[in-house]
């Protein structure tokens, strides 16, 4: 029996059997959002990005949707970076699975937060299965929260190392952290998930598209948008460069 673990509504840590998701056959927990975060990945969320011969940083990796979607794409390598450790021990075994059905690619896995310092961090993990926000270095702490040290990348040295051609972001705030060091001139396109928890949040959000759709380097490819009690609270955009 093959188990995986995550954090109750009360904050306990439940220990669950696996099991297959029948269309895409990766593993996943029951009762939890992971079958739809892999069809995010596989048919909602990134349909217009083509990650075929790419270097993909997979910024936010979950239980490893991304890195079906970007094989089946033909990706050369594929570096997916997850701080929480529950998510990231399915992704591990997901990523097992894919790499015996794509192996001509090459996939790395970072069990690590990213930002723009390097450090040990506490990721707010949002205690139930089916949170809209899972993980998050830049949620408040609190009771809706289990605190847990992480951790976490420079990206600029990410960056240097890896040198991505695409990337894939979708880190739960911390995108603005991110987003404060240059993009490399080697990446092609960019699908970010730009989060407005609250008020200054949104502003951030607006005003990171804003930024980047402004900017000539850089053309608006899909924009998906997420409206919560009558409020913008979730951009989805795919850049790419010109």
Not at 61 to 88: C, H, Q
Not at 114 to 124: A, I, P
């Amino acid at each position: 029996m093959t188990t995986g673990k995550y954090i109750s509504k009360t904050g306990e840590i439940l220990t669950v059997e696996l099991i297959e998701d029948k269309k895409y056959g990766l593993l996943i927990r029951p009762d939890t959002s992971d079958k739809a975060m892999i069809l995010d990945s596989m048919k909602r969320d990134y349909g217009t990005l083509n990650c075929a011969n790419a270097r993909v940083l997979d910024l936010g990796g979950n239980v490893g949707g991304f890195i079906l979607k970007a094989s089946v794409d033909g990706a050369a390598v594929i570096r997916s970076y997850e701080p929480e450790p529950f998510n990231f021990n399915v992704m591990e075994l997901n990523a097992g699975i894919v790499g015996k059905r794509y192996p001509n690619v090459e996939i790395q896995l970072v069990e690590a937060a990213v930002s723009d310092v390097e450090g040990t961090f506490n990721l707010q993990v949002r205690n139930g299965e089916n949170s809209p926000c899972s993980a998050s270095l830049t949620a408040k702490a609190s009771k809706a929260f289990t605190s847990i040290p992480v951790q976490v990348k420079a990206i600029a040295d990410v960056y240097a190392e890896f040198k991505p051609t695409i990337i894939k972001m979708d880190i739960e705030g911390a995108e603005y952290q991110v987003l404060t060091v240059p993009i490399p001139e080697s990446v092609t396109d960019i699908v970010m998930e730009l989060h407005g928890f609250s008020k200054s949040n949104n502003q951030q959000m607006l005003a990171t598209f804003e930024r980047f759709s402004t900017d000539p380097k850089w053309k608006v490819i899909n924009k998906k948008e997420v409206v919560v009690f009558s409020a913008l609270s979730l951009m989805l955009v795919h850049f790419q460069r010109v």
